[in-house]
Every structure is written in C-alpha cells, then in structure tokens.
C-alpha cells in the first residue's frame, strides 16, 4: 500500500510528533493547487481521520504566501495537443477536489490550524475559513475573485461565508470581489488571531502544539458539535450533546481531567 502521507508535487507533508504538517510548496505561484496536490490533500486527510497518531493538524505555505487558489491557468494549458475536456469537465470534476476537500477539514475530528501570510485567494480562503483556527498576518490579504474572473464562486463559499460573516457581509466579498486584510479577518469571524508577519509561524506552531497537548476526544467531538450547530433543532442538538458526553466520558483522557481536578494538578492528556 502507497505512503498516504507521501509528498508530492506543489505539497510538503509530514508527520512530527503527534501533528501532521501540510506544506502548499509552490512559492513562485504563490502556492496555488493543482490537480496533483489537491488530490494528494484529500488523501493524506483522509488517511488522518484514522491515525490514532495524530491530535492535531497544521497547514501553512512556503515563501511569502498561503495560497493563491487554483492554478485554473496551469491546467487549461495542459499538454501540447492534449484534448479540450467534454462538456460538463468542472461539474463531474469538482465532487472529487474541492467539494471533498472543505467538508474533510470540517469533519475531520482533529483541531486543524491554518497560518496565512500573503495571499489567501479563492479556495486558498477557503481553506483558511474551514481550518478551525487560523492565525494570519495583519498584512495577509484575503480574496474572492471569482466573479472577476467571470465564474461563480465554488468550494462551500456560499454556504460557508454566510454563516461567518452574516449575509450582507458575504455578498460584497464574493459579488464585489472586494479584498481585506488579516486583521479585518478576524474581526468578522473568519481568522482566530492576527500578528506581524514575521510571528505568524510562531504564534501557529504554539497553537497547534497546545491543542496537541489537549483531550484529542473530546476537543474532536465539540468541533463536531460547533459544525452541526447551525441547524437549527436545539433538542437533536441537545441530544447529540449528551451522545458526546458520554462518549468523551468514557475515555482514559476524562479519567486523567478527574484525577488532575482533585490533585489540583494540570492534566496530562494522552489523546485517547
């Protein structure tokens, strides 16, 4: 069986520890995706769902950028005399790349940290809003240009971006294409926090080493719980609260809190 967690082309991975390091490594594109690294991001995340190794993910880019989206230029040109793809390519395409990528960072139940500096454009964004904290530059600069570029937007932001930054707020990004900042970033919700470029990669390594260190069970399930939140039903809601409970409860981390609490200690959690 194939290494899930092989580099590729344009993606830098690897394991330390008990963090899964992703690496978008395509610095003179500013770290866009290709076919080949969205691929090979899919399934180094789907292989993470069950590595009982892990507690916790951390995604960057290297160079000056996180990600300028999709390198739709790089695949259009293609090889020479290669075939136009039929009608239809994008739709029968996307079920595979990017409508499987977000909803695997959103379900996957180990806390995922995203650092930004630069550009976070299109799915680049998105994979920043779908992390569960990112930490940016006050500099980095966020972007939905799909309307400029004359297509509709794609990768959840449409469902996403509404239920972050209000309704409002989400038609001047997409329909307006309008850029902003690292620190406007997390002041609507979207970033966790925002430093000076240079503490970017500091400030998401402290993050994702203190959720490492934290009750890889239970901080799985309440991410779980926080992305079904929005629908609506408080008594599923509650009842899927206490499903949780007692799942959490059952584990040698909950044992560990107890023991800590009486022992007036900080708990040493192991990740089960």
Request: glycine share 10%.
């Amino acid at each position: 069986m194939s290494d899930p967690y092989a580099p590729v082309d344009g993606l830098e991975i690897g394991v330390e520890g008990v963090v899964l390091r992703l690496v978008l490594d395509r610095p003179r594109h500013r770290n866009s995706l290709t076919d080949v690294s969205m691929a090979a991001l899919i399934r180094t995340l789907e292989a993470a769902r069950t590595d009982e190794r892990l507690r916790a993910v951390l995604l960057t880019g290297a160079g000056d950028d996180f990600c300028s989206g999709f390198d739709i230029v790089g695949r259009n040109a293609g090889a020479a005399g290669a075939p136009k793809p039929r009608t239809g390519s994008i739709q029968r395409r996307m079920p595979a790349q990017a409508n499987r990528l977000i909803p695997l960072l959103l379900d996957l139940q180990l806390p995922v940290v995203c650092a930004v500096r630069g550009w976070a454009v299109g799915i680049g964004a998105q994979l920043a809003l779908a992390a569960d904290f990112t930490v940016t530059a006050r500099d980095a600069v966020f972007w939905y240009p799909f309307l400029r570029r004359g297509f509709t937007p794609d990768s959840g932001s449409t469902w996403l971006l509404p239920r972050v930054v209000g309704p409002a707020r989400a038609r001047e990004l997409l329909m307006l294409d309008r850029k902003f900042s690292g620190t406007e970033a997390v002041e609507w919700g979207i970033a966790h926090s925002a430093v000076e470029g240079s503490e970017v990669a500091g400030a998401a390594e402290a993050l994702a080493a203190e959720l490492a260190a934290g009750p890889t069970v239970a901080l799985g399930l309440t991410k779980a719980l926080l992305n079904a939140s929005g629908g609506g039903d408080l008594r599923r809601h509650l009842a899927d609260e206490a499903y949780a409970m007692e799942l959490s409860s059952r584990s040698p981390d909950f044992r560990e809190g107890l023991r800590a609490f009486t022992e007036r200690r900080s708990p040493d959690f192991g990740g089960r």
